[in-house]
């Protein structure tokens, strides 16, 4: 297989069980630096950049929000949005509930307060929100013309089971929320995923180069596509069911280095 490009989910995938990178990831990583190394993931993009500075690979684009926004250099490569109006509706059902409501733009992380469920992600991520009142974001947002790259929605896992069905019912034909695990949900918008980005960025970045050319890595529900998609599709071993079912290749888990082993051994 003609590997010239790599893509990687970054948790569960890359990130070791302190969601940092360890070192035996930096050395593989750097040792292929003629191997473009994109980094692809729901974050947003502040949540990855220092990533990419740890890697060498600061220069490179990454893909954000799941495909959502396409960045290099922090011009904007490729954007879709999820509209003021659907947002609105969403947050709505979801009134006189507990569950956590987040929006994201770009780097704009905003919530209504500063929570448990906030408070975990921003310690994940190493982002820190903004704090502000759902409709006073949706407000500006409208005046901007724009809308979120973004919602996440966190909480009790049988009132996202509830907001899984909404969505189907509601909103089928124009968002797509991806289970990170059973407390997380995060909304995107149902045209994009990681495969479209990658196609993007093939036909932006590096013409001469198809899908095939590409292997990349993965644990989640919202990698299945890319890795059908592309040349070689690899899992780590503590993917879902779904993952490991559809990936040509299997690697270690991600608490043991299994997207350097597989770099080492194979590329």
């Given at each position: 297989?003609?590997?010239?490009l790599?893509?990687?989910d970054?948790?569960?995938?890359?990130?070791?069980?302190?969601?940092?990178?360890?070192?035996?990831?930096?050395?593989?990583?750097?040792?292929?630096?003629?191997?473009?190394f994109?980094?692809?993931?729901?974050?947003m993009?502040?949540?990855?950049?220092?990533?990419?500075?740890?890697?060498g690979i600061e220069?490179?684009?990454?893909?954000?929000?799941?495909?959502?926004?396409?960045?290099?250099?922090?011009?904007?490569?490729?954007s879709?949005e999820?509209?003021?109006?659907?947002?609105?509706?969403?947050?709505?059902?979801?009134?006189?509930?507990e569950?956590?409501?987040?929006?994201?733009?770009?780097?704009?992380?905003?919530?209504?307060?500063?929570?448990?469920?906030?408070?975990?992600?921003?310690?994940?991520?190493?982002?820190?929100?903004?704090?502000?009142?759902?409709?006073?974001?949706?407000?500006?947002?409208?005046?901007?013309?724009?809308g979120?790259?973004?919602?996440?929605?966190?909480?009790?896992?049988?009132?996202?089971?509830?907001?899984?069905?909404?969505i189907?019912?509601q909103?089928?034909?124009?968002?797509?929320?991806?289970?990170?695990k059973?407390?997380?949900?995060?909304?995107?918008?149902?045209?994009?995923?990681?495969k479209?980005?990658?196609?993007v960025?093939?036909?932006?970045?590096?013409?001469k180069?198809?899908?095939?050319?590409?292997?990349?890595f993965?644990?989640?529900?919202?990698?299945?596509?890319?890795?059908?998609?592309?040349?070689?599709?690899?899992?780590?071993?503590n993917?879902?069911?779904?993952?490991l079912?559809i990936?040509?290749?299997?690697?270690?888990?991600n608490k043991?280095?299994?997207?350097a082993?597989?770099?080492?051994?194979?590329?």
């Amino acid at each position: 297989m003609n590997i010239q490009l790599i893509c990687s989910d970054i948790d569960g995938t890359l990130l070791n069980k302190d969601r940092e990178l360890s070192m035996a990831t930096i050395e593989q990583i750097k040792r292929l630096s003629h191997i473009p190394f994109i980094l692809i993931s729901s974050r947003m993009p502040k949540a990855m950049t220092h990533l990419q500075d740890q890697l060498g690979i600061e220069n490179l684009a990454l893909i954000a929000y799941n495909g959502g926004l396409v960045l290099e250099n922090e011009t904007v490569v490729d954007s879709t949005e999820i509209s003021t109006s659907i947002i609105d509706k969403l947050h709505k059902t979801i009134l006189n509930t507990e569950l956590h409501f987040s929006l994201y733009h770009a780097n704009e992380w905003y919530v209504p307060e500063l929570d448990y469920w906030a408070k975990r992600e921003a310690n994940n991520t190493k982002v820190n929100p903004d704090i502000q009142a759902i409709d006073v974001t949706i407000a500006n947002w409208k005046k901007e013309e724009k809308g979120a790259h973004k919602i996440m929605i966190m909480g009790d896992a049988e009132d996202i089971d509830r907001v899984v069905e909404i969505i189907k019912d509601q909103f089928d034909s124009e968002i797509i929320g991806y289970r990170s695990k059973d407390t997380y949900l995060e909304i995107a918008p149902k045209s994009i995923s990681k495969k479209t980005a990658i196609e993007v960025l093939l036909n932006s970045h590096y013409p001469k180069l198809a899908l095939e050319n590409v292997v990349a890595f993965g644990d989640n529900y919202n990698d299945i596509e890319m890795l059908k998609a592309v040349g070689v599709g690899v899992a780590v071993s503590n993917a879902i069911d779904e993952v490991l079912a559809i990936s040509n290749e299997i690697t270690d888990t991600n608490k043991n280095d299994g997207v350097a082993k597989y770099l080492r051994d194979f590329l």
